[in-house]
C-alpha cells in the first residue's frame, strides 16, 4: 500500500509562487513513476507534470516554462515548483504514484491564484 500526503497550497496573487511537496510512505519511493494532476471546477482532471523513476520529465503544456517537477528520493518527497501562477491555475492538486501497474492518490491540496 502507497500512501501519498501533499501539502504546500494556498491562496497567491497572480505572477506570485508556491511549491507543493507529496509525502510518501508504504513502498520504495524511488521505484515509483510519479505524478501532479490538477482538477479545476467543473473540468476534467489533467496531468500537470510528471517524473519517472529514472528522472525523465514531461509537463503539460501550458505549464511548461512555468512549472518544475522534482523529486528527492532520500526524503521519499515529490515536488512541484510552480511559478508565474495564473488565475487558469487555480485547482485541486493532487500527486499520483504508480506501482506495478497500480496508481494511488493523495487526497489532494487545494491552489487558488487570486488578487
Known amino acids: 500500500q502507497v500512501q501519498l500526503v501533499e501539502s504546500g497550497g494556498g491562496l497567491v496573487q497572480p505572477g506570485g509562487s508556491l511549491r507543493l511537496s507529496c509525502a510518501a510512505s508504504?513502498?520504495?519511493?524511488?521505484?515509483?513513476?510519479m505524478g501532479w494532476y490538477r482538477q479545476a471546477p467543473g473540468k476534467q482532471r489533467e496531468l500537470v507534470a510528471g517524473?519517472?523513476?529514472?528522472?525523465?520529465?514531461n509537463y503539460a503544456d501550458s505549464v511548461k516554462g512555468r512549472f518544475s517537477i522534482s523529486r528527492d528520493n532520500a526524503k521519499n518527497t515529490l515536488y512541484l515548483q510552480m511559478n508565474s501562477l495564473k488565475a487558469e491555475d487555480t485547482a485541486a492538486y493532487s500527486c499520483?504514484?504508480?506501482?506495478?501497474?497500480?496508481?494511488?492518490w493523495g487526497q489532494g491540496t487545494q491552489v487558488i491564484v487570486s488578487a
Open positions: 508504504g513502498t520504495i519511493f524511488s521505484i515509483m513513476d
Open positions: 499520483a504514484a504508480e506501482l506495478y501497474g497500480t496508481r494511488y
Open positions: 517524473i519517472t523513476s529514472g528522472g525523465s520529465t
